[in-house]
């Protein structure tokens, strides 16, 4: 789901720019997430809200409009996807005293296993572009916001629905890429069909698919692991281009995936001896429950 991102910014921006794409995707997301949100009777606390607008700003505003922008200025996708690749290292260097995530070392080992095999799928596009030191700077200023946001929202913790926290951020979302737009001039979108298919492909795929998965994943895992599957998306994202595109992978991309899966597994594999301390305080948990309802 997050690789359906980069499959749909290619469909959109063939027709119209950047900005409009990600203005018109936050509008539709708004409009059926607040209409879902005012079915269930939700309404945000307005305590939590702000700080709901906040992670939107960092993990979408900024993360996004840095990446596509850098993007758009010259940055190889690819190097792009690279530097995206390093956002799970800055979590889980901050998760140890910020969160108290502490990494073992077959997880920080893992870690640099992920970058090297993100470079490895990437590396036939490493170089290619002829972007100045701005661009560079916009995606790596992209992927430290993505990365603060989920500190912040696993430090937060805010006692709210998911639902309700999707729905903010995308309205800040919305409010902000519009904004955009209209200064560059790019408000009115295209009549193309092919447009309007690719709003609905990153809306329901990247945004309550790709989007909402990371926060589900980040309330109930943490912010290392969540990250860490964000190096599957190097290999995914190339697989689906071919797939879709006929954009011909580079010779080191197959064995570039299969250290991005190693990675993955080395950060994510749980212990045994960790594994039965879990489930002997979750069932300590239920009997303690048990014993104060009776």
């Known amino acids: 789901m997050w690789s359906s991102g980069f499959i749909g910014a290619e469909l959109g921006t063939r027709f119209a720019p950047a900005d409009t794409l990600l203005g018109w995707r936050y509008v539709v997301a708004t409009v059926l997430l607040g209409g879902w949100t005012a079915a269930r009777g939700m309404r945000p606390d307005r305590h939590t809200w702000p700080r709901l607008a906040l992670l939107g700003v960092l993990c979408q505003c900024l993360y996004l409009g840095g990446v596509v922008t850098g993007v758009g200025m010259g940055v190889p996708p690819g190097t792009a996807a690279l530097v ?25 080992v893992g870690l640099a296993l992920g970058v090297l095999g993100v470079a490895l799928v990437v590396s036939s596009d490493l170089g290619a572009g002829s972007a100045g030191l701005l661009a560079y700077s916009l995606v790596v200023g992209g992927m430290l916001a993505l990365s603060a946001g989920t500190l912040l929202e696993r430090r937060m913790r805010l006692p ?9 951020q995308t309205v ?13 001039g790019h408000l009115a979108p295209p009549a193309a069909p092919g447009f309007w298919w690719s709003v609905a492909w990153v809306v329901g795929l990247s945004t309550f698919g790709g989007y909402g998965s990371y926060l589900l994943v980040l309330r109930r895992s943490g912010a290392t692991r ?8 190097p290999p995914v994202t190339a697989l689906w281009a071919f797939l879709m595109f006929g954009t011909r992978p580079g010779l080191l991309a197959l064995p570039g995936a299969a250290v991005c899966a190693l990675a993955v597994w080395l950060v994510l594999r749980q212990r045994p001896d960790a594994s039965r301390s879990r489930r002997k305080t979750a069932s300590s948990g239920d009997g303690s429950h048990a014993r104060a309802a009776r």
């Open 84 to 108: 995206a690749a390093l956002q799970p290292l800055v979590v889980a260097v901050g998760s140890g005293p910020l969160l108290g995530e502490e990494t073992s070392s077959r997880q920080r």
């Open 160 to 168: 709210v629905p998911l639902l309700e926290s999707l729905t903010v």
């Open 172 to 184: 800040t979302a919305a409010v902000f890429f519009l904004g955009v737009a209209a200064v560059s």
């Open 226 to 233: 969540v990250s860490t599957l964000l190096f599957l998306t």
